[in-house]
Antibody, heavy 120, light 107 residues
Framework: QVQLQESGPGLVKPSETLSLTCTIS??????????WSWIRQHPGKGLEWIGY???????YYNPSLMSRFTISIDTSKNQFSLKLTSVTAADTAVYYC????????????WGPGTRVTVSS | DIQMTQSPSSLSASVGDRVTITCQAS??????LNWYQQKPGKAPKLVIY???DLQTGVPSRFSGSGSGTEFTFTISSLQPEDIATYYC?????????FGQGTRLEIQ
């Protein structure tokens, strides 16, 4: 059973860089057929897709968001990561990592989410 | 970006009721639509994919239909455990976008 788990700081100061990691267990991040995604949810709001990365490093970001996001992958650690620079209070949200399965065209596995608050 | 508009935003119904949620896409997305269920404090969970295919393990009281720009999600007989927020999601074009969600409550 594939499991995803987000990790990172729960509190970040304005203007700092947020770094989150998603660790995969029960499967290999290096196997093809999946895009590894980040999705966020502002308090009481809907789901916002940030972007995804393929195992060999190609990325796609939501162009509707400011270009402050960077997604990277470390196949040796079975992890992928999200960096968000110059955070503001508007970046306060629950951040989810999720697996997009290309065959079924679905987000089939999600992490439980990690709550990030931007505050001084 | 393709905008996904769900209606209603919230819905109150009784156990046993038939519940219907609609999702409208801002352009033709063919059959590129999934539905997710999100319970409070939890990650979303896939319920229906490709408009009408039931995810493994999901009860048959859930169903979906539609094509193009108009889609429908139905629970044939509402159960207490169905209380959640439901999201449609299109994947016809990047960026992937979700509807704003429909919060379902028990009357």
């Amino acid at each position: 059973q594939v499991q995803l788990q987000e990790s990172g700081p729960g509190l970040v100061k304005p203007s700092e860089t947020l770094s989150l990691t998603c660790t995969i267990s029960g499967g290999s991040i290096g196997s093809g057929g999946y895009y590894w995604s980040w999705i966020r949810q502002h308090p009481g709001k809907g789901l916002e897709w940030i972007g995804y990365i393929y195992y060999y490093g190609s990325t796609y970001y939501n162009p509707s968001l400011m270009s402050r996001f960077t997604i990277s992958i470390d196949t040796s650690k079975n992890q992928f990561s999200l960096k968000l620079t110059s955070v503001t209070a508007a970046d306060t949200a629950v951040y989810y990592c999720a697996r997009w399965e290309m065959a079924s065209t679905t987000f089939d596995y999600w992490g439980p989410g990690t709550r990030v608050t931007v505050s001084s | 970006d393709i905008q996904m508009t769900q209606s209603p935003s919230s819905l109150s119904a009784s156990v046993g009721d038939r519940v219907t949620i609609t999702c409208q896409a801002s352009q033709d997305i063919k059959n590129s639509l999934n539905w997710y269920q999100q319970k409070p404090g939890k990650a979303p969970k896939l319920v229906i994919y490709d408009v009408s295919d039931l995810q493994t393990g999901v009860p048959s009281r859930f169903s979906g239909s539609g094509s193009g720009t108009e889609f429908t999600f139905t629970i044939s007989s509402l159960q207490p455990e169905d209380i959640a927020t439901y999201y449609c999601q299109q994947y016809d074009d990047l960026p992937i976008t979700f509807g704003q969600g429909t919060r379902l409550e028990i009357q």
